[in-house]
């Protein structure tokens, strides 16, 4: 007896040092809100997002200097994630978040026409490239682009189409190429609209015949890096990021097509349906990623910048106006009203196994 | 089966067991009962009247009809696989003079330790068709023209599951066997049968109900999982159930979740059938198998074959715990995948990473919380019941121990889903987006595996301390905590650990479940692998497991080898 309560007290002891060091580990919990000053922002602002986490990182220290009163969240979620959580929130009649930077405009279309956001005029809407909402539901506020890339320590160039046709054409390529998912991930779903708008449905029968694997971006990397893929479709910022941290040497290719530009948006939420019915404080966040300040946060997170005649580029990144200029078109409301044939098409082309 | 404690009085007079049983069943019916038959209605209620449209949409659409059939199939082949391994591994290292068999033991059982899906990457990379490490050595070796295994397979789904869900099995029969009376082997060893012949013709039939426990335990897993499928399944064209119901979930429309019940009733109820055969069917041929005294089992000496059979299982532990964990922990420290592990391409960053980045710290410290809470209610449930099931005759004991059997019995989306469905607030209780919502899901599916291995520790201990101490006046309370509960001790650690652990990097209900302020670390795990890092979730994967092996070694050090894991 006596030499079990000794254990009892020893195995108490051990979980109590595990459990300390573990929350230990934790950072301190952030000083409360401090009380609103004019034009300042301050209170609470959690802000639903697909960039990724290591961006997420970076951008979390430049606002919280920026704005040193406010305790700014970010929540990070796969497109698609974030869509399903966001539909069960509307249900609820309230969201857990007070703005979202996710997705691309057929979504804001969709998230607008439901009622669910705040209308604020941007003083900096002028000088935005790319398109954004008239009434001010919307902004673009940072520039993906779907892209292909290889890895020419495996293969050379030369062996490898330029273009997304010959990526979904190539015998070459057959069951060696990869794309990102129209159904979780919303970049994914642009460029599988503006394919279809120049191809038509006949590119999702051609990627299917191609056996294209469909995977989230590490994994895809990760497989361009050991050659097991010769070349995948994917976002330029995933590239360029792996190239500056890693000193990679996987190479981006513009395709001659086009490749696909997604302004991906900036939306506040409603006072009454947000987290922290916060929105002077949202609009003041708005115009921040909207200025030169904010956009350069973006670039250093290897995506584009929505602004027009500005000259920073995401390390080793092509200018924007030139791919621009050779970027195939998305017809975002097209993207909204057709989305789920888009996908069951795709669905019926690429996901499901056809009899050999 | 056992001595009971004491005959039932024949007067009423009020036991406080019924309060606590009953305080068992009501959390069960609230939290288990009710969201699953809301789940069913949903399913045919889903436009406010009886309707099957949604069935007819669901199970016409082809996908599906394959995902049914893929899931089927590999569960079914990873449970048969899943048998084959554990039950010889089991027996050779619980009953034979094996070389290192302690070591093996616990090898066997750290595979539980790891993320299914972790070890799902690990095997991509190995058996990869184009440039598998693996299959480029194989094919090297024996000069073959082409690779020689591709992991886009069924069969290479089959494979992983197998590897990763067998030490379930593992666990279930080994315990069965180390509480297994050795009396019955002796007599035939003495009457001149061979040691094979005693394990065919005696072992093994004694042990059937616990094989059948232990298959249903792999089924009911591997139909469910959602990691390995989803890494392994999708690129070669292969969905499962749990795939597509995450997908249609994903789709975030009423109708896309109205699609997830309906695909979940399919999972529900196959899951159900194998449960309700197993227990009613071959559960009913119990053998009394325990004896009231404590026993040790004699142990089978291999004699010419104990060299060999040892090498064997060497073999077997590189190929499938230590060459996948050896290549989950490279992967951690490696920056260029493509290229070998040279000085130049090592790198500790991704380490610095798990230990500095916050939403990482946070998901785990909401892991250790909503798993060490589980594990710990989840044992004070088993305690009880396994001294109600053991020691009383109360009527209705036997009631929560089927209930918790059907919660871990169900695929773990399906809890998910219908926790969702019915927690949200529409009828009166809303934890939605809460740690609690995570720790009642964590404790429907994983403590059965806590609740027998207390049930089968109090069966091997005679009831006369209890009654002693009960005659000497203390009461039920004390007498539980003062003798029952240091007599079990071991026991329930290891208890704990088998809810703690799989809870804690949980993943298929955590997708589901999390939210902005309860976010797990086994969706954060799942997150880093599939879209930011693949070398930062294996360096999270690696702590995980040095942490276990840890623990485990600081145990067995503190307690003189008395408690492990």
Same mark, same amino acid.
């Given at each position: 007896?006596?030499?079990?309560?000794?254990?009892?007290?020893?195995?108490?002891?051990?979980?109590?040092?595990?459990?300390?060091?573990?929350?230990?580990?934790?950072?301190?919990?952030?000083?409360?809100?401090?009380?609103?000053?004019?034009?300042?922002?301050?209170?609470?602002?959690?802000?639903?997002?697909?960039?990724?986490?290591?961006?997420?990182?970076?951008?979390?220290?430049?606002?919280?200097?920026?704005?040193?009163?406010?305790?700014?969240?970010?929540?990070?979620?796969?497109?698609?994630?974030?869509?399903?959580?966001?539909?069960?929130?509307?249900?609820?009649?309230?969201?857990?978040?007070?703005?979202?930077?996710?997705?691309e405009p057929s979504y804001s279309l969709e998230?607008?026409?439901?009622?669910?956001?705040?209308?604020?005029?941007?003083?900096?809407?002028?000088?935005?490239?790319?398109e954004?909402d008239?009434?001010?539901?919307?902004?673009?506020?940072?520039?993906?682009?779907?892209?292909?890339?290889?890895?020419?320590?495996?293969?050379?160039?030369?062996?490898?189409?330029?273009?997304?046709?010959?990526?979904?054409?190539?015998?070459?390529?057959?069951?060696?190429?990869?794309?990102?998912?129209? *159904?979780?991930?919303?970049?994914? *779903?642009a460029?599988?609209s503006a394919?279809?708008?120049?191809?038509?449905?006949?590119?999702?029968?051609?990627?299917?015949?191609?056996?294209?694997?469909?995977?989230?971006?590490?994994?895809?990397?990760?497989?361009?890096?050991?050659?097991?893929?010769?070349?995948?479709?994917?976002?330029?910022?995933?590239?360029?990021?792996?190239?500056?941290?890693?000193?990679?040497? *996987?190479?981006?290719?513009?395709?001659?097509?086009?490749?696909? *530009?997604i302004p991906?948006t900036?939306?506040?939420?409603?006072?009454?349906?947000?987290?922290? !019915?916060?929105?002077?404080?949202?609009?003041?966040?708005?115009?921040?990623?909207?200025?030169?300040?904010?956009?350069?946060?973006?670039?250093?997170?290897?995506?584009?910048?929505?602004?027009?005649?500005?000259?920073?580029?995401?390390?080793?990144?092509?200018?924007?106006?030139?791919?621009?200029?050779?970027?195939?078109p998305v017809n975002w409301e097209k993207t909204f009203r057709?989305?789920?044939?888009?996908?069951?098409?795709?669905?019926? !082309?690429?996901?499901?196994?056809?009899?050999? | 089966?056992?001595?009971?404690?004491?005959?039932?009085?024949?007067?009423?007079?009020?036991?406080?067991?019924?309060?606590?049983?009953?305080?068992?069943?009501?959390?069960?019916?609230?939290?288990?009962?009710?969201?699953?038959?809301?789940?069913?209605?949903?399913?045919?209620?889903?436009?406010?009247?009886?309707?099957?449209?949604?069935?007819?949409?669901?199970?016409?659409?082809?996908?599906?009809?394959?995902?049914?059939?893929?899931?089927?199939?590999?569960?079914?082949?990873?449970?048969?696989?899943?048998?084959?391994?554990?039950?010889?591994?089991? %027996?050779?290292?619980?009953?034979?003079?094996?070389?290192?068999?302690?070591?093996?033991?616990?090898?066997?059982?750290?595979?539980?330790?790891?993320?299914?899906?972790?070890?799902?990457?690990?095997?991509?990379?190995?058996?990869?068709?184009?440039?598998?490490?693996?299959?480029?050595?194989?094919?090297?070796?024996?000069?073959?023209?082409?690779?020689?295994?591709?992991? @886009? /397979?069924?069969?290479?789904?089959?494979?992983?599951?197998?590897?990763?869900? @067998?030490?379930?099995?593992?666990?279930?029969?080994?315990?069965?066997?180390?509480?297994?009376?050795?009396?019955?082997?002796?007599?035939?060893?003495?009457?001149?049968?061979?040691?094979?012949?005693?394990?065919?013709?005696?072992?093994?039939?004694?042990?059937?109900?616990?094989?059948?426990?232990?298959?249903?335990?792999?089924?009911?897993?591997?139909?469910?999982?959602?990691?390995?499928?989803?890494?392994?399944?999708?690129?070669?064209?292969?969905?499962?159930?749990?795939?597509?119901?995450?997908?249609?979930?994903?789709?975030?429309?009423?109708?896309?979740?109205?699609?997830?019940?309906?695909?979940?009733?399919?999972?529900?109820?196959?899951?159900?059938?194998?449960?309700?055969?197993?227990?009613?069917?071959?559960?009913?041929?119990?053998?009394?198998?325990?004896?009231?005294?404590?026993?040790?089992?004699?142990?089978?000496?291999?004699?010419? %074959?104990?060299?060999?059979?040892?090498?064997?299982?060497?073999?077997?532990?590189?190929?499938?715990?230590?060459?996948?964990?050896?290549?989950?922990?490279?992967?951690?420290?490696?920056?260029?995948?493509?290229?070998?592990?040279?000085?130049?391409?090592?790198?500790?960053?991704?380490?610095?990473?798990?230990?500095?980045?916050?939403?990482?710290?946070?998901?785990?410290?909401?892991?250790?919380?909503?798993?060490?809470?589980?594990?710990?209610?989840?044992?004070?449930?088993?305690?009880?019941?396994?001294?109600?099931?053991?020691?009383?005759?109360?009527?209705?004991?036997?009631?929560?121990?089927?209930?918790?059997?059907?919660?871990?019995?169900?695929?773990?989306?399906?809890?998910?889903?219908?926790?969702?469905?019915?927690?949200?607030?529409?009828?009166?209780?809303?934890?939605?987006?809460?740690?609690?919502?995570?720790?009642?899901?964590?404790?429907?599916?994983?403590?059965?595996?806590?609740?027998?291995?207390?049930?089968?520790?109090?069966?091997?201990?005679?009831?006369?301390?209890?009654?002693?101490?009960?005659?000497?006046?203390?009461?039920?309370?004390?007498?539980?905590?003062?003798?029952?509960?240091? &007599?079990?001790?071991?026991?329930?650690?290891?208890?704990?650990? &088998?809810?703690?652990?799989?809870?804690?990097?949980?993943?298929?209900?955590?997708?589901?479940?999390? /939210?902005?302020?309860?976010?797990?670390?086994?969706?954060?795990?799942?997150?880093?692998?599939?879209?930011? /890092?693949?070398?930062?979730?294996?360096?999270?994967?690696?702590?995980?497991?040095?942490?276990?092996?840890?623990?485990? %070694?600081?145990?067995?050090?503190?307690?003189?080898?008395?408690? /492990?894991?």
């Amino acid at each position: 007896m006596i030499r079990c309560g000794k254990t009892v007290r020893r195995l108490v002891l051990l979980g109590l040092a595990l459990t300390m060091t573990l929350v230990s580990c934790g950072e301190k919990k952030p000083a409360a809100a401090a009380k609103d000053a004019a034009g300042e922002v301050s209170g609470k602002l959690v802000i639903y997002t697909s960039m990724y986490e290591d961006i997420i990182e970076k951008m979390t220290q430049t606002l919280n200097t920026r704005f040193p009163k406010a305790e700014i969240k970010f929540f990070y979620g796969g497109t698609g994630t974030l869509q399903a959580k966001i539909a069960a929130e509307m249900n609820a009649g309230k969201l857990g978040c007070d703005m979202m930077m996710l997705a691309e405009p057929s979504y804001s279309l969709e998230l607008k026409e439901a009622g669910i956001l705040h209308k604020y005029v941007s003083p900096a809407r002028d000088r935005l490239a790319f398109e954004y909402d008239s009434e001010g539901y919307w902004y673009p506020v940072r520039v993906l682009n779907m892209v292909l890339a290889y890895n020419p320590d495996k293969y050379s160039l030369g062996d490898i189409p330029h273009t997304m046709q010959g990526f979904a054409h190539d015998p070459r390529l057959k069951g060696f190429i990869s794309m990102p998912n129209p *159904l979780t991930a919303g970049s994914a *779903l642009a460029a599988i609209s503006a394919l279809r708008d120049k191809y038509g449905y006949e590119y999702y029968t051609a990627l299917g015949n191609q056996k294209v694997m469909v995977e989230s971006g590490s994994v895809a990397l990760t497989k361009l890096e050991t050659g097991e893929c010769k070349v995948i479709m994917i976002l330029e910022e995933s590239v360029l990021k792996k190239r500056e941290e890693e000193k990679s040497k *996987l190479t981006v290719i513009y395709p001659d097509d086009g490749s696909v *530009l997604i302004p991906s948006t900036i939306m506040t939420v409603k006072g009454e349906k947000s987290a922290n !019915n916060n929105t002077r404080a949202a609009e003041i966040v708005t115009d921040w990623f909207l200025s030169e300040e904010g956009q350069a946060a973006i670039v250093g997170g290897w995506m584009h910048s929505v602004l027009k005649n500005y000259d920073k580029l995401p390390y080793d990144a092509i200018p924007t106006a030139k791919i621009l200029a050779a970027s195939m078109p998305v017809n975002w409301e097209k993207t909204f009203r057709q989305r789920e044939e888009m996908r069951k098409k795709f669905e019926d !082309n690429v996901t499901i196994k056809k009899a050999k | 089966m056992q001595t009971r404690a004491a005959p039932p009085e024949k007067r009423f007079y009020f036991d406080i067991k019924w309060l606590v049983i009953g305080a068992i069943i009501l959390f069960l019916t609230v939290f288990q009962v009710f969201p699953f038959l809301y789940l069913l209605l949903r399913s045919v209620f889903s436009e406010g009247r009886f309707s099957l449209d949604a069935f007819k949409r669901v199970y016409t659409y082809p996908l599906n009809w394959q995902a049914l059939v893929n899931t089927v199939v590999t569960s079914f082949f990873s449970m048969v696989f899943g048998i084959l391994i554990a039950f010889p591994l089991a %027996w050779l290292v619980g009953r034979t003079n094996l070389i290192g068999k302690k070591f093996f033991r616990s090898l066997f059982v750290m595979t539980y330790m790891v993320p299914p899906y972790v070890g799902a990457m690990a095997w991509l990379r190995l058996l990869n068709p184009r440039v598998g490490n693996l299959n480029l050595l194989l094919q090297h070796l024996f000069r073959l023209d082409r690779m020689p295994f591709n992991i @886009y /397979s069924v069969g290479g789904l089959i494979w992983v599951l197998t590897t990763f869900y @067998y030490p379930y099995a593992f666990i279930t029969i080994s315990r069965a066997m180390e509480k297994m009376d050795p009396s019955l082997e002796e007599a035939s060893r003495i009457s001149g049968a061979a040691p094979l012949k005693t394990l065919a013709t005696i072992t093994l039939p004694m042990m059937a109900p616990s094989i059948v426990a232990a298959a249903l335990l792999v089924f009911v897993s591997a139909a469910s999982a959602y990691g390995i499928p989803s890494i392994i399944g999708a690129p070669g064209q292969i969905h499962t159930v749990a795939t597509r119901i995450i997908d249609f979930v994903y789709i975030g429309s009423q109708e896309g979740l109205t699609d997830a019940t309906t695909l979940a009733v399919f999972l529900m109820v196959i899951a159900n059938v194998v449960l309700y055969v197993s227990t009613f069917v071959v559960g009913r041929k119990q053998y009394i198998t325990v004896s009231g005294k404590s026993t040790r089992p004699n142990i089978v000496d291999l004699g010419r %074959w104990r060299v060999p059979v040892s090498a064997v299982v060497l073999i077997f532990a590189l190929v499938i715990v230590i060459i996948p964990l050896v290549s989950v922990a490279l992967t951690s420290i490696t920056i260029n995948l493509g290229n070998p592990l040279s000085p130049g391409n090592i790198t500790f960053k991704y380490w610095e990473r798990i230990f500095t980045r916050k939403p990482i710290i946070f998901s785990a410290r909401n892991s250790l919380v909503s798993a060490g809470v589980a594990a710990t209610a989840g044992m004070l449930i088993s305690l009880v019941m396994a001294y109600v099931l053991m020691r009383t005759t109360v009527k209705g004991r036997r009631i929560p121990d089927f209930l918790i059997t059907v919660g871990s019995g169900t695929p773990s989306i399906v809890i998910a889903l219908a926790l969702i469905m019915t927690m949200s607030g529409r009828f009166g209780i809303n934890i939605y987006n809460t740690l609690t919502i995570m720790i009642i899901a964590y404790m429907i599916k994983y403590q059965l595996m806590g609740m027998r291995t207390v049930v089968s520790a109090m069966s091997q201990i005679h009831p006369s301390l209890e009654e002693a101490s009960q005659i000497s006046g203390a009461r039920w309370v004390r007498v539980f905590r003062d003798v029952t509960i240091p &007599l079990i001790l071991p026991s329930v650690v290891a208890g704990w650990f &088998l809810i703690f652990m799989p809870s804690f990097y949980e993943l298929a209900m955590s997708t589901l479940l999390y /939210s902005t302020d309860t976010k797990t670390l086994g969706y954060e795990l799942f997150t880093y692998q599939t879209y930011h /890092s693949q070398q930062t979730a294996s360096a999270l994967a690696t702590a995980i497991l040095l942490l276990v092996i840890l623990v485990n %070694w600081l145990l067995n050090r503190l307690t003189d080898g008395e408690f /492990s894991i």
